[in-house]
């Protein structure tokens, strides 16, 4: 039973995200350790780097992100990641719409939710 | 199915009911083909749903027509309710059993391909070191996993494993398998006369060996072991696969190229009064140990080179 909970709970985390990244590259561009240090930070959204960087190959690929490498003050050279055009305009839909969903659900769970 | 004869009641005209009879039928017979296994009583009861929407309006044909469009083609409603069934969302609908778990082992008995293959053995971004074996029962070791454990790499380094290292870097690996094949046959021609006609081929595990074989077999089946992987990886790279899958076969057959000539000289030492089994353990070593150096410098190549066009560039555009 636990573990069919988990599996559920993963599958919705999944979809979120790929919305959490996004958001963050909105903000700036970040290299991968960061994104995953950072992310990491919500310990709700349980992202793990396993998560994150397979998420990042896959949004590259699509081209709602790209990647570039720069110099580092203090190591190797990173490889920083940002939003490219067609991922700003999905980041503004996907936040849109996120703000419709958490809207409803706010209300479903506050109206029929016990708790 | 009774289901059926107890529709009357709603009040629709014979040709309301048509529709909804093709309708249904449809979402039926797609399920069918996509092979899900879903309870046909859900889709029956949306069959309810719909009759009783239907009875509270007038019920024509034009009413159930509008009301079958909400729901989509026939089709799509089938895909979604063969997704909701398998969550996984796999493209696969089709129940197949040819990889799975079995006792708890992960386990995959279809041909492996070299695309598979590639993708177990190099993946830096799945941070298992351990994956599901690509033919058989058990485990794979995900040497991209073991590199970024072991800090000699970050996980996206490479934005498309191996894409960035030069061509002829890719095909000069092949040399290592190559020269491992033309070292086993030398040593095989050379110490041929050597050899007993029985050869051991198999120790237990203290070092005794528990098995013997015709020498000609043991020779014929290390040649195989050897040579097979090999010709496979010249096809792949003969073939222009994804450098991903170029380098994991010129590991794979790296791989079985150490392990054939470690056994050759194995049963060699053995037969010349040296006991134990330290060729066996240095050849296990080794055959995990190359294809991962191998792996990491490619990879170490393939990192360089895209660093070289990105910093080049910056510099350019911002060093003022």
């Known amino acids: 039973m636990g573990t069919d909970n988990d599996s559920r709970l993963s599958q919705f985390r999944k979809g979120v995200v790929e919305l959490a990244i996004l958001a963050l590259l909105h903000g700036g561009e970040a290299y991968g350790g960061e994104i995953v240090e950072r992310l990491g930070d919500h310990p709700g959204l349980a992202i793990s780097a396993g998560t994150v960087y397979p998420l990042l190959s896959r949004l590259k690929k699509s081209g709602v992100i790209d990647s570039v490498w720069r110099e580092s003050p203090v190591g190797p050279p990173r490889k920083y990641y940002r939003l490219s055009p067609t991922g700003d305009a999905e980041f503004d839909e996907m936040a849109h719409a996120w703000d419709g969903v958490t809207e409803a659900m706010d209300e479903l769970l506050r109206k029929e939710g016990s708790r | 199915m009774n289901s059926r004869e107890m ?133 794979d070791i995900n040497f991209g996993a073991l590199a970024v454990k072991v800090h000699l790499m970050r996980p996206d380094d490479e934005d498309v494993p191996f894409a960035a290292v030069p061509r002829a870097v890719v095909t000069a690996a092949l040399a290592v398998p190559l020269l491992l094949s033309v070292a086993l046959l030398t040593v095989m021609a050379l110490l041929w006369p050597a050899l007993p006609s029985s050869v051991p081929a198999h120790w237990d595990v203290v070092g005794r060996a528990d098995q013997f074989w015709d020498r000609g077999w043991l020779v014929g089946f290390l040649a195989v072991m050897s040579l097979a992987p090999l010709a496979f990886a010249v096809v792949v ?84």
């Not at chain 2, 509270?56 to 009413?63: C, F, K, N, V, W």
């Open chain 2, 7 to 139: 529709q009357p009641a709603t009040g629709l005209t014979p040709e309301a009911m048509d529709l909804i009879e093709t309708y249904f039928t449809r979402v039926h017979g797609a399920l069918l083909i996509a092979a899900a296994g879903v309870c046909e009583d859900a889709v029956d009861e949306l069959r309810e749903h719909v009759l009783e929407q239907l009875a509270r309006g007038a019920g024509t044909p034009a009413d159930v027509t509008r009301v079958l469009a909400e729901l989509g083609t026939p089709e799509a409603l089938a895909a979604r309710y063969a997704e909701a069934e398998a969550p996984g969302g796999s493209s696969d609908v089709a129940p197949d059993r040819s990889h799975g778990t079995l006792l708890g082992m992960p386990y995959d008995v279809r041909v492996p391909s070299s695309d598979r293959i590639a993708s177990r053995w190099w993946d830096p971004m799945d941070a298992r070191v351990f994956v599901p074996r690509v033919f058989g029962i058990g485990w």
């Open chain 2, 237 to 320: 790279h003969v073939r222009s696969r994804a450098p991903l899958n170029r380098v994991a076969a010129t590991a794979l057959s790296t791989l079985t190229g150490t392990l054939a000539l470690s056994q050759f000289v194995q049963a060699y030492l053995y037969v010349q009064g040296d006991q134990g089994i330290t060729p066996t353990f240095v050849g296990l070593g080794l055959a995990l140990a190359l294809p991962f150096l191998m792996f990491v410098l490619l990879s170490r190549v393939g990192r360089a080179a895209e660093q070289r066009r990105d910093l080049h560039d910056t510099t350019k555009k911002e060093s003022v």
